[in-house]
T-cell receptor, first 112, second 117 residues
């Protein structure tokens, strides 16, 4: 499954399939990006981050891709599990500013 | 490591009363803590940046006299919603940036749900 975080805020994916969550950003000065997972009624949980000097970073079952040319960020989740159901937010900051700007969020629902 | 707690986890109050929410970094020190507000099915909106030993910096449109912030120590920041009204009902989330790091990563608390009747 694939979604554009700002234009298609929900994503339904079959358990076991890969998920792709997209995020567009507008600030060309943004140089640090983070993906957060937020389960219902809880605070955001750090998933993975990437700096602008990289275009890909991998974690456990997750990969973040950064395309600075088109100001686009994506989160790929491999073998999506029911526990992956949550809202996913991208966040960005620029020039060492510690204030984060959050995207609109994408709700991911995993079908059994 | 890097655990942030909030207290209370939820609170119901009458209109006109004040409510205090605590944010604690449990296993690290934080010079900077952030307060966010999140309405249902919306993203997190930064309200203010709390710095230990100095006045908080508020985002545009956030009333500093309405939302009082005190960062009394390197592990505790409090947000007081004064004279709360139903429109203040929301999910309030804090985050903390560890002392001594140049990384921008913030660790978030579990949030406090406020309902003003």
């Amino acid at each position: 499954g694939e979604s554009v975080g700002l234009h298609l805020p929900t994503l339904s994916v079959q358990e076991g399939d890969n998920s792709i969550i997209n995020c567009a950003y507008s600030n060309s000065a943004s140089d640090y990006f983070i993906w957060y997972k937020q389960e219902s009624g809880k605070g955001p949980q750090f998933i993975i981050d990437i700096r602008s000097n990289m275009d890909k970073r991998q974690g456990q079952r997750v990969t973040v891709l950064l395309n600075k040319t088109v100001k686009h960020l994506s989160l790929q989740i491999a073998a999506t599990q029911p526990g992956d159901s949550a809202v996913y937010f991208c966040a960005e900051t620029a020039n060492g500013d510690y204030k984060l700007s959050f995207g609109a969020g994408t709700t991911v629902t995993v079908r059994a | 490591g890097a655990v942030v707690s909030q207290h209370p986890s939820w609170v119901i109050c009458k209109s006109g009363t004040s409510v205090k929410i605590e944010c604690r970094s449990l296993d690290f020190q934080a010079t900077t803590m952030f307060w966010y507000r999140q309405f249902p099915k919306q993203s997190l909106m930064l309200m203010a940046t709390s710095n230990e030993g100095s006045k908080a910096t508020y985002e545009q449109g956030v009333e500093k006299d309405k939302f009082l912030i005190n960062h009394a120590s390197l592990t505790l920041s409090t947000l007081t919603v004064t004279s709360a009204h139903p429109e203040d009902s929301s999910f309030y989330i804090c985050s903390a940036r560890p002392l001594g790091t140049d990384q921008e990563t913030q660790y978030f608390g579990p949030g406090t749900r406020l309902l003003v009747l």
